[in-house]
């Protein structure tokens, strides 16, 4: 059975003299993103992010520190919706 988890890392934004913006990340070593705005480079670094770590996971590497602590951590937690049946009487104004 496959999960989804996600994963919060952090990056850094720099905008480019030649303009654009790169983004890097201490957290996930060979993250490098460019892109013409920030939005565009924060999406474009989300996605290299994601294939950095499948590709760790397709090829039986360690993942990086922080993707290691932010999975435990989720592990530990679930978050879920659940149906809650209310009567509606004279307490509902």
Not at 4 to 22: C, F, K, M, P
Not at 29 to 36: H, K, P
Not at 42 to 63: F, K, T, W, Y
Not at 69 to 93: C, D, F, N, S, Y
Request: proline share 4%; charged share 20%; net charge negative.
């Amino acid at each position: 059975m496959n999960t989804t988890a996600e994963v919060l890392i952090s990056i850094q934004i720099e905008s480019l003299e030649e303009g654009g913006y790169l983004a890097t990340s201490n957290d996930l070593q060979g993250l490098l993103a460019q892109g013409r705005t920030v939005a565009e480079t924060m999406e474009i670094a989300q996605d290299v992010a994601r294939r950095l770590i499948e590709s760790c996971l397709e090829h039986g590497n360690p993942l990086p520190p922080a993707v290691q602590a932010a999975l435990k951590k989720q592990q530990r937690r679930a978050t879920t919706k659940v149906p809650v049946g209310i009567e509606m009487g004279a307490a509902v104004a």
